[in-house]
């Protein structure tokens, strides 16, 4: 079976003025052929950012076509059976366009101190987390005795309407290379270069031969920061700056600034070590702008991906 690239759009923070200006996105991209739409996921916090659950199931009702996910939702901070029904309940409502994507959170969020979370278990919870998120999804029946979560006889119903639906895990560490190879049907990054990519997608699946588990091997995805103009503008220079807060040395590293070939180069480069899903996240200094840099992608990015990476 060919290998499929897909290109998809995505947001930090919710960079628009009001909901009418968010719903003329969506529809563009509903409309422009864009695969899918990820946002970020903070619960606390002074930027704005929309809660993920509740933004995909809006988004579900507004759409026919366009898939969406979350990139990446925090599970140490969620309950696990609520959170197995919020994501059956949307796929189902959706027929099966809710792409699922976890991870543990981040280590700088501004979560941890307010909702006094223990960060030295954020992993361990995670992973019962997944489990339990899991087996709800398939099994008929799940009891489950954990350290931090116990079930017995929990059943969640309606299933999701996608037999098998993705469980696209997030991070970079050792931890999150183990935790995709033992959980997730697909990896997607949060802010790597190509050799960053490259190496992590590697140690999944080297990880992958220990547990005797698969992933398809178009399902490594990264997220790349796009903008059609020129290094100098303003707007990149404000996002230099948040990527130097999230610990990035040389933020310039991780975008792809210029023309639609610029990008198409770039996403080349992430090819070429094994990523096929792609979350391109746009630039922008205001509504119009971002509109603008979207429909742009739309019109030059996106049919000529198609045109150089076929897929039947």
Same mark, same amino acid.
């Given at each position: 079976m060919p290998k499929r690239v897909s290109v998809g759009l995505g947001i930090m923070e919710f960079p628009f003025s009001d909901a009418q200006a968010f719903w003329r996105w969506i529809d563009m991209c509903e409309a422009g052929?864009?695969?899918?739409? @990820?946002?970020?996921?903070?619960?606390? %916090?002074?930027? $704005?950012?929309?809660?993920?659950?509740?933004?995909?199931?809006?988004? =579900?009702?507004?759409?026919?076509?366009?898939?969406f996910g979350m990139n990446v939702l925090s599970?140490?901070?969620?309950e696990p059976v609520l959170l197995a029904k919020q994501c059956a309940t949307i796929d189902l409502l959706s027929e099966g366009r809710l792409l699922p994507a976890f991870g543990i959170g981040s280590p700088i969020g501004a979560e941890w101190k307010a909702l006094h979370v223990d960060e030295k278990t954020r992993g361990a919870k995670s992973d019962e987390t997944l489990?339990?998120?899991?087996?709800? @999804?398939?099994?008929?029946?799940?009891? !489950?005795?954990?350290?931090? !979560?116990?079930?017995? %006889?929990?059943?969640?119903? $309606?299933k999701p309407v996608q037999r098998e639906l993705p469980m696209w895990i997030g991070g970079s560490s050792d931890a999150a290379i183990r935790r995709t190879a033992r959980y997730g049907t697909g990896w997607q990054s949060g802010a790597e270069t190509p050799a960053e990519a490259g190496k992590v997608i590697a140690g999944?699946?080297?990880?992958?031969?220990?547990?005797?588990?698969?992933?398809?091997?178009?399902?490594? %995805?990264?997220?790349? =920061?796009?903008?059609?103009?020129k290094p100098d503008? $303003?707007?990149?220079?404000?996002?230099?700056?948040?990527?130097?807060? !999230?610990?990035?040395?040389? $933020?310039?590293?991780?975008? =792809?600034?210029?023309? =639609?070939?610029?990008i198409l180069e770039r996403i080349n480069d992430y090819l070429a070590v094994g990523a096929y899903?792609?979350?391109?996240?746009?630039?922008?200094?205001?509504?119009?702008?971002?509109?603008a840099q979207t429909q742009r992608i739309i019109d030059e990015v996106l049919p000529a991906a198609a045109a150089r990476w076929p897929h039947s």
């Open positions: 052929g864009v695969d899918s739409v @990820w946002q970020n996921d903070r619960l606390v %916090g002074a930027a $704005p950012v929309l809660e993920s659950l509740t933004a995909m199931a809006a988004i =579900a009702g507004r759409t026919r076509r366009l898939k599970v140490a901070f969620r489990e339990i998120i899991r087996r709800l @999804w398939t099994e008929p029946s799940v009891d !489950f005795s954990g350290r931090f !979560f116990q079930l017995s %006889g929990a059943t969640i119903m $309606p999944i699946k080297a990880a992958l031969k220990e547990t005797g588990r698969s992933i398809d091997e178009d399902h490594y %995805g990264v997220n790349v =920061a796009v903008r059609f103009g503008d $303003p707007v990149i220079a404000r996002a230099m700056e948040m990527y130097r807060r !999230f610990g990035r040395q040389n $933020p310039m590293e991780y975008f =792809a600034v210029g023309d =639609a070939t610029t899903k792609f979350v391109l996240r746009p630039l922008a200094a205001d509504d119009d702008d971002l509109l």
